[in-house]
Structures are given as C-alpha cells and as structure tokens.
C-alpha cells in the first residue's frame, strides 16, 4: 500500500513536471552601449525592433547599472553575481577562481540539468577550463576582425558568425533538457586598431542612416570637459575621444557606423528568434538582454566608459519570459538593478537555489509583480583596473547622490553630485560647506562597503 502510494505521489511529480517544464533561458549581452541607445529607450531613430519587442511583451528596466564599467570585470560580475572588489577580475589580475568559478550562473545551472551554451565573447579569465566547470558547448570569437573569411571565401561579420553558431548549438540541444544559451556579442565595441573603419557593421545594415544627421552630444560644451579634473581630462576617456569624436567629419562617420552595429545585431537577435520558433523552443524562452557597459559618445568630452558618470554605469537591462500573462507584460520599471542581479535571476526562473555569497538580487519580484520590501536606494560602484591612463575609483550611486573618490590620486580627488538639483553631474559639491555631512557619510559609507566586499573575497 505504501509502495504503491510513492508510485502514484511520482506518477503525479512527473505529470506536473510534464505540465510545467523548466524554462529555457538566452542571455544576450551587447558590448558598449548605454542605456538610451535603442527604440525603446526613447531613441529617435535608431532602428531596433526585436529588442523593443522583447521590451513591450516583457520588463524594462530603465533604471539599470553596472557596479564596474569595464567589459573584463562586468562579465565577471555577470556571472558570478559578485562585485569586481569580490571577485578580483578585472584586465591585468589573476582569473576568477575556481570556487567563484563553481557558483557562477552557467556552472550552477550545468549541476541541476541545464544544457550550457556559450558563443561570442567570453572577455574573463578563469581558473581552469570553461567547458569543464561551465558550460557544454563552447565557442568564441574575437572582434579583431570583425569580418571572418570562411571556407567558400566570403567573409561573415562577427555578429552575423555568433548567430549561426548559436543556432546549430540550438539544434543539437537535446529535447529532454533545459537549456541555457549564453551569446555575447563583440559589438558594438570599437574595432581599436582600425581607425578607419571604427565600427564595422554587419551587411545587413548597410546604407542606414545615410540620410539622418547625427545628433550632437547634449553634453557637449567645451567648458563641461573644462571643468574635469586634470586626471579626467588627460585619462583614456580623453585620449580615445581623439580616436572617435573630435572632428564633426569623424563624427558623423564613426556614429553612424556605431548605430548600423546596434541595429545588426538586433538584426541578428530577430534571426535567433526565428530559431526560437522554428525549434519549439519559442513559448518556454525567458530571454535577458543587457550590456556589460555604459559608453560616451563624445558627452563631457569623452570617449570610452570606465569612469563614474551616467554615460558610463548606465545600461539597458530587458527581461522577457513569454510564460507572463497579459497583465505582466510590457512594464517599465524605474527601481535602481545591477548587472549582479542577473546571476540570481536566472537561478530563479530555474528553480535552482542561489548561492549566499551571491551580491545581487533576482528581479524575479518584479517580472511576477509581487511586493518587494527594501529594495535598493544605491550601489557600490568602483574601477580597480592597473592603467596609468585609467585613474582608479570607488563610490556610491544613490537615488539622490553620486559620489566618487578617485583614492590613488595625491591627495585624493572626491567628487559629489545632488541629482535632485543637477541631474546632469556638472557641479561638484563636495568643497560645499552645506553638503559636508552628505560628503562625510556617503565617504564613510563607499569605505564600508568596499571593505565588506573586499573582505567577501576567496
């Protein structure tokens, strides 16, 4: 009797299992690009119709940051869910380790039945072997060049490649697993060692916005750059923005080149859509969209990000779980969410139970929108990256304030903005008596965090 009652308690697991398989899970990560560079941002031109798709049927978080502005250490926050301070990865130090490693999203979800799959841009190092720890299937490619000479002697662009490879990847995703496809698009970056041809496009947006003039930056008087700090104004923010936007001739060149990347690789996205569909795969697909990084694009007199303005912390962030009723769809959420929060939503969707360590918090709340008490009124943001022309920093973005201390400067350069009366962060207050105990607790508190998470590391 008892025996036979486990029988039936399993029959009805199993059919419930059946009714309600574990959703698969794509996240598509874009290099370079702010938040306010699409359609559905408010964007006036610039052609992105899946990705305002995605945007419409699922949530918008248009209130989105990275906690380090730089590809290396954001992608290693990304996956681990931990701030660079945690993790310890950025260009130049040692790879994330092998403990980080094991609870990294691809890693947790490999443990509990998910098939993983990584194509594109992997940009972090790592202790051990990434087709060990993280994922099954595992194919990268490089931007330098973008165009790829294949065997028939044509050349396919980088975006165009990734694609293509996801979608074999999809094909052979067996039928009895859950899946989980990581592609990392090298666009929309630079392609730096080319000065010519900047942003090379893929064929698919060739000719767009040839008639459309360039929008000159907003913040773009010369007496914005005037007013940085000296080792703002000599750092590679500067250098590069001779690279790029100095000249109104390379300018609208180089821009305009960059829009074509955006809108190739949402070309590109529609075209994994449609493998979606084809596959069977397209009603179970919660799919993430983000980038590792903010971007100037000649703001402040500016190039590059890495620094601890909007331009460069501010992201898109878009999650869409085709599982939603009508009701849930098309929110706009305006609450502040990190790029550590990926890592622990994804766990979430899957049903896997996430690590402590993990710095971040699932928005899984809000996709459901279900009450969520205390969520975050600031973050921790900092630069740690060794580079003579990349001066170090640490920080608080808050609801109301920025402030950053750039530590390694003698003496120590702090910076302090009031959103509330400048949200555009051109005065400093932090040499205003008035604001001298804003100043003193929001330095206190930068020192605090920065000491738990460094003292979180491995």
């Known amino acids: 009797m008892t025996a036979a009652w486990f029988l039936l308690a399993s029959m009805m697991l199993a059919t419930d299992g059946a009714a309600e398989p574990r959703p698969n899970l794509v996240v598509l990560l874009v290099d370079d690009q702010r938040n306010d560079q699409l359609g559905c941002a408010g964007h006036p031109f610039v052609q992105t119709p899946h990705i305002d798709r995605l945007a419409r049927r699922g ?15 954001s992608r290693a926050s990304i996956f681990t869910g931990l701030t660079e301070r945690t993790h310890g990865y950025t260009f130049g130090q040692p790879p994330v380790g092998a403990g980080d490693v094991r609870e990294s999203y691809p890693a947790e979800l490999r443990r509990a039945g998910y098939r993983t799959m990584f194509i594109g841009k992997f940009g972090v190092s790592i202790e051990g072997d990434p087709r060990q720890t993280m994922f099954d299937d595992f194919r990268t490619i490089g931007r330098n060049p973008y165009f790829r000479p294949q065997a028939d ?93 100095d000249t109104p001739e390379k300018y609208e060149r180089n821009l305009r080149a960059y829009y074509r990347m955006i809108t190739g690789v949402d070309q590109a996205i529609g075209r994994l859509l449609d493998g979606l569909e084809r596959e069977g795969h397209a009603e179970n697909t919660v799919i993430v969209y983000l980038a590792d990084n903010g971007y100037y694009m000649g703001e402040r007199g ?29 929110q706009v959420r305006d609450e ?103 100043l003193t607790s929001l330095r206190e508190r930068t020192r605090r965090l920065a000491s738990r998470y460094e003292s979180a590391r491995r």
């Open 336 to 438: 502040m969410v990190l790029n550590l929060d990926v890592a622990p939503t994804l766990l979430e969707l899957a049903g896997v139970p996430r690590p402590v360590r993990y710095q971040g918090r699932s928005l899984v709340p809000w996709l459901e929108r279900r009450d969520v008490e205390g969520w975050r009124v600031e973050t921790f943001c900092e630069h740690r990256m060794d580079h003579a022309a990349l001066p170090k920093w640490e920080g608080i973005r808050g609801e109301r304030y920025v402030y950053a201390c750039y530590d390694e400067q003698e003496p120590p350069v702090e910076l302090l903005y009031d959103l509330e009366s400048d949200p555009d962060q051109l005065v400093n207050l932090a040499g205003n008596d008035d604001y001298a105990e804003t």
């Open 59 to 73: 949530v918008h978080f248009r209130n989105a940051f990275v906690t380090t502005s730089i590809c290396a250490a």
């Open 153 to 245: 002697g044509s050349t396919r662009h980088e975006t165009d490649l990734a694609i293509d490879w996801a979608l074999e990847s999809l094909a052979e995703a067996p039928d009895d697993r859950p899946f989980c496809l990581s592609i990392s698009f090298n666009a929309v970056h630079a392609e730096d060692s080319d000065k010519v041809d900047h942003y090379p496009w893929p064929p698919g947006a060739d000719g767009l916005y040839e008639d459309v003039p360039m929008p000159l930056p907003r913040l773009r008087d010369p007496a914005i750059f005037v007013a940085q700090p000296t080792f703002l104004k000599e750092s590679l923010n500067r250098q590069r923005y001779f690279w790029r936007w």
């Open 302 to 330: 500016f190039a590059g990000k890495w620094s601890h303005y909007e331009e460069a912390l501010r992201i898109p962030l878009i999650v869409f779980d085709p599982r939603a009723p009508q009701e849930r769809r098309g």
